[in-house]
């Protein structure tokens, strides 16, 4: 396979700056006519099409792992306010948090109910 290769990037500004360089291209071609540019590959600088790279991920796909991420902040919530705490800080704060988790995750089985049937 034959890469196509492009000018490098600022290469003008810089020819302008110091001259311009020439070369001879062959038979037929005077002197001084074509200027030399340096060449890299231009596979470098392009990036592959999403679809080779996997594709894009279904909607319900998406849906179930952010569901999951919510979940699991709602745990890490939890965690997070309850740890380290003194016995009676831990006392005071410890239903708050396990009130607050077990709506979040209410919340997140409703949203799951909703999408099982999309899914079907």
Do not use: I
Request: charged residues 35%; proline residues 7%; hydrophobic residues 35%.
């Amino acid at each position: 396979m034959r890469l196509r290769l492009r000018p490098e990037v600022g290469f003008a500004d810089r020819e302008a700056k110091q001259g311009s360089v020439h070369r001879t291209h062959g038979k037929g071609c005077p002197r001084g006519k074509h200027r030399f540019h340096p060449r890299r590959p231009d596979r470098v600088l392009g990036c592959a099409p999403t679809e080779r790279m996997g594709g894009t991920m279904p909607n319900t796909e998406l849906a179930e792992e952010l569901l999951q991420l919510e979940e699991a902040d709602a745990w890490f919530e939890y965690l997070e306010s309850t740890r380290a705490q003194t016995r009676t800080r831990y006392a005071e704060v410890e239903p708050w948090a396990w009130a607050r988790l077990s709506q979040r995750l209410r919340a997140v089985r409703a949203r799951r109910a909703r999408l099982r049937p999309a899914a079907a």
